[in-house]
């Protein structure tokens, strides 16, 4: 790992996926969530034989307002210096290079790309499968940890109970 940068979510390389992925292996990958990478220090991006190097300005959308809106599907692999989409890469067919194991790495026409393709039918419907296993995977665990609490409480009663009953 290059000073400067912090791999937010190291468990999660997109480069030890499965080449086929299963649904066993999606619902993992998805409950571990996108690599992130936090940026400090640009200037220690690799630069390609034209000079230019990916930049953290595409880490967010902008917005007509101006506003910023996080690319979370977005993941840049400093290793593989390319860019990956995260729901095209597990939910996809492997017919776009952002979706596909090699990553799109052409900085100069990124900005387009990048737009083109999160606005791309294919793009909206795997992000709507990643958002919809996700959310469901995180009302699974609330049910699991209110279930667990519930018992928690049970046996905290029956606790009571029989440290009463033992006293008499
Ligand atoms: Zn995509």
Redesign the pocket.
């Given at each position: 790992m290059t000073v400067g940068m912090e791999n937010l979510n190291p468990q999660n390389d997109p480069c030890l996926w499965p080449i086929k992925i299963t649904d066993v292996d999606r619902t993992d990958i998805v409950l571990k969530g996108p690599i992130r990478v936090k940026v400090d220090l640009v200037d220690l991006f690799p630069v390609n034989d034209n000079a230019r190097r990916f930049s953290e300005y595409h880490n967010n959308k902008i917005l007509v307002n101006d506003a910023k809106l996080d690319r979370r599907?977005m993941i840049y692999l400093q290793t593989k210096d390319a860019v990956y989409?995260f729901?095209?890469r597990i939910f996809?067919p492997e017919n776009t290079k952002?979706?596909s194991s090699e990553g799109a790495c052409d900085w100069k026409h990124l900005r387009d790309y990048l737009k083109s393709?999160e606005s791309s039918r294919q793009?909206k419907d795997?992000m709507l499968k990643w958002i919809n296993l996700e959310n469901g995977l995180k009302s699974c665990s609330t049910i699991d940890s209110l279930a667990q609490s519930q018992f928690e409480q049970e046996k905290q009663r029956w606790g009571d109970i029989l440290e009463r009953l033992l006293a008499l």
């Amino acid at each position: 790992m290059t000073v400067g940068m912090e791999n937010l979510n190291p468990q999660n390389d997109p480069c030890l996926w499965p080449i086929k992925i299963t649904d066993v292996d999606r619902t993992d990958i998805v409950l571990k969530g996108p690599i992130r990478v936090k940026v400090d220090l640009v200037d220690l991006f690799p630069v390609n034989d034209n000079a230019r190097r990916f930049s953290e300005y595409h880490n967010n959308k902008i917005l007509v307002n101006d506003a910023k809106l996080d690319r979370r599907w977005m993941i840049y692999l400093q290793t593989k210096d390319a860019v990956y989409c995260f729901p095209c890469r597990i939910f996809g067919p492997e017919n776009t290079k952002i979706g596909s194991s090699e990553g799109a790495c052409d900085w100069k026409h990124l900005r387009d790309y990048l737009k083109s393709h999160e606005s791309s039918r294919q793009h909206k419907d795997c992000m709507l499968k990643w958002i919809n296993l996700e959310n469901g995977l995180k009302s699974c665990s609330t049910i699991d940890s209110l279930a667990q609490s519930q018992f928690e409480q049970e046996k905290q009663r029956w606790g009571d109970i029989l440290e009463r009953l033992l006293a008499l």
